[in-house]
């Protein structure tokens, strides 16, 4: 099945700086996720975007949809410990069934 | 308050044996629901998705399959397992805000 381009693929990254994580889609989304997934468990939802060119904020946590409604980025600012992690993109085309196609993943390590 | 639930956590099956995985959705009514596959350090795939009691759509042919007997149950099973079935198996349900998923269910085939 399709999946969206997420960059960069993985990351190493000092405790105290800041994360910049993108996914591009060759089609557009009415809907942009961000989740995170930690080793064993399933993805949470850490911010979703609804509206072409919406800034959304959750903590240290900053998303953008983008205006072609085919791209989106995440940014981490003062990155800790529990960052680590996969984060996942994820767009969604409402509809009869709601589906996810997702990012391929950006694996985030963090060194203190 | 809407919770997911998936069992069991981990599982390890021989080749050609049968599988049943359970999710079941509570606090909400005629969810979406879905199931997912994760290859080890990969993203997810969607397997199928359901819309409603007995509706189910396939994504992918495999050696899978999924029913849904309840509203808030959502079963993936296999006849006959195969080793590429391996990986882990994450359930869902779609709200407004977006998908919810369940804890994942780590299934080895040896």
């Known amino acids: 099945g399709q999946q969206l381009n997420q960059s960069p693929q993985s990351m190493f990254i000092q405790e105290g700086e800041d994360v910049s994580m993108n996914c591009t889609s060759s089609?557009?989304?009415?809907?942009w996720l961000w989740y995170k997934q930690d080793p064993g468990e399933g993805p949470v939802l850490l911010i979703a975007?609804?509206?072409?060119?919406e800034l959304t904020s959750n903590g240290r946590l900053t998303a953008q949809f983008g205006i072609t409604r085919k791209d989106s980025f995440l940014n981490i600012s003062a990155s800790i410990p529990s960052d680590v992690g996969i984060y996942f993109c994820?767009?969604?085309?409402?509809?009869?069934?709601?589906?996810?196609?997702f990012g391929t993943g950006t694996r985030l390590q963090v060194t203190l | 308050s809407q919770t997911i639930h998936q069992w069991p956590a981990t599982l390890v099956q021989p080749v050609g044996s049968p599988l049943s995985l359970e999710c079941t959705v509570e606090?909400?009514?005629?969810?979406?629901l879905y199931w997912y596959r994760q290859a080890a350090g990969r993203g997810l795939q969607l397997l199928f998705y359901?819309?409603?009691?007995?509706?189910i759509s396939s994504e992918v042919p495999q050696n899978l399959s999924a029913s849904r007997p309840q509203d808030r149950q959502f079963i993936l099973s296999s006849k006959k397992l195969l080793l590429s079935d391996s990986g882990f198996y994450l359930c869902?349900?779609?709200?407004?805000?977006?998908?919810?998923f369940g804890s994942g269910t780590r299934l080895t085939v040896v």
């Open positions: 606090g909400t009514s005629n969810p979406n």
């Open positions: 869902a349900w779609s709200e407004i805000y977006g998908y919810t």
């Open positions: 089609s557009i989304f009415n809907t």
């Open positions: 975007l609804y509206k072409a060119g």
């Open positions: 359901s819309v409603g009691i007995g509706q």
């Open positions: 994820a767009g969604l085309l409402t509809g009869t069934a709601s589906k996810l196609t």
